[in-house]
């Protein structure tokens, strides 16, 4: 099982294997005090990607296209997370304000295909 969650939220039992796959660490969080258990910078968005986007909903579905094709390139990352959502729940944390339009909603659809 694949799940999502802002990296701001309380971690919980439920949660799985906690993942943050941003590239860059959130504002105003503390490593510290934040509970993962891994972080895949190499399966986000690149910068240019992540630039052009700036979390404009009207641009998501070409965002979608053009991740996913991002994501092609680093199919290792993406068949290892796969095989572990099979044996494991595994939470994706993310730091968009923004929960429908971001990687981590494309990256679930993806690996719960």
Same mark, same amino acid.
């Given at each position: 099982?694949?799940?999502i969650k802002?990296?701001?939220?309380s971690?919980s039992?439920?949660?799985g294997?906690?993942?943050?796959?941003?590239r860059?660490?959130?504002?105003?969080?503390?490593?510290?005090?934040?509970k993962?258990? %891994?972080?895949? !910078? &190499?399966?986000s968005?690149?910068?240019?990607?992540?630039k052009?986007?700036? =979390?404009d909903?009207s641009?998501y579905?070409e965002f979608?296209r053009r991740?996913t094709?991002e994501?092609?390139?680093h199919?290792?990352?993406f068949e290892r997370?796969k095989? %572990?959502?099979? !044996? &494991?729940?595994?939470?994706?944390?993310f730091s968009?304000k923004?929960?429908? =339009?971001?990687n981590?909603?494309v990256l679930?659809e993806?690996?719960s295909a």
């Amino acid at each position: 099982m694949v799940k999502i969650k802002r990296i701001y939220e309380s971690a919980s039992p439920d949660d799985g294997k906690r993942v943050y796959i941003d590239r860059l660490w959130p504002r105003g969080m503390k490593k510290e005090e934040v509970k993962i258990d %891994e972080w895949i !910078k &190499e399966i986000s968005p690149s910068d240019s990607l992540r630039k052009w986007f700036g =979390h404009d909903p009207s641009k998501y579905a070409e965002f979608k296209r053009r991740y996913t094709r991002e994501i092609e390139k680093h199919s290792e990352i993406f068949e290892r997370i796969k095989r %572990e959502a099979k !044996k &494991e729940t595994i939470t994706l944390l993310f730091s968009a304000k923004d929960v429908e =339009h971001n990687n981590a909603t494309v990256l679930q659809e993806l690996l719960s295909a």
